[in-house]
C-alpha cells in the first residue's frame, strides 16, 4: 500500500516563494509510476497542477507554468513542487498523487490516481 505525506505549505505574500514535498512509502522497486499534484480551492474541484513520469517526463497545468517546478529525488522516494512568483489565485489545499504501473503520458484526472496524500495548505496574501 502507497503512503503519501505532503509538507511545506504555508501561508506567504504574492510574489513568494514555498516548496511542497511529498514523502512516499510502500512502492515496489523496480516499476514504473506517475505522480502528480493537484490543487483544490474553496469552492472548487480539485485540479491536475503537474505531473512527472519514472523517466522525468514532466507537464504543467497552463496556469503555473513557468512559475512551479516539479521534481523528484528516487534515492529520498520525495516529489517535490518549487512554487515561484506565487498568486493570491495560487491559494489552496495542495495534493500529492501517485499511479504506480503507469508509464507516461501520465493522466492529467483525478481517476488516474490510485494512492492520494492528505494534502498541506498553500495561501497567498495580496
Known amino acids: 500500500q502507497v503512503q503519501l505525506v505532503e509538507s511545506g505549505g504555508g501561508s506567504v505574500q504574492a510574489g513568494g516563494s514555498l516548496r511542497l514535498s511529498c514523502a512516499a512509502s510502500?512502492?515496489?522497486?523496480?516499476?514504473?509510476?506517475?505522480m502528480a499534484w493537484f490543487r483544490q480551492a474553496p469552492g472548487k474541484q480539485r485540479e491536475w497542477v503537474s505531473s512527472?513520469?519514472?523517466?522525468?517526463?514532466?507537464a504543467y497545468a497552463s496556469s503555473v507554468k513557468g512559475r512551479f517546478t516539479i521534481s523528484q529525488d528516487n534515492a529520498k522516494n520525495t516529489l517535490y513542487l518549487q512554487m515561484n512568483s506565487l498568486k493570491p489565485e495560487d491559494t489552496a489545499r495542495y495534493y500529492c498523487?501517485?499511479?504506480?504501473?503507469?508509464?507516461?503520458?501520465?493522466?492529467?484526472?483525478?481517476?488516474?490516481?490510485?494512492?492520494w496524500g492528505q494534502g498541506t495548505q498553500v495561501t497567498v496574501s495580496s
Open positions: 512527472i513520469s519514472t523517466t522525468g517526463t514532466l
Open positions: 498523487a501517485a499511479a504506480p504501473g503507469r508509464r507516461w503520458p501520465c493522466s492529467t484526472a483525478l481517476l488516474g490516481y490510485n494512492f
Open positions: 510502500g512502492y515496489t522497486p523496480g516499476i514504473s509510476y506517475c
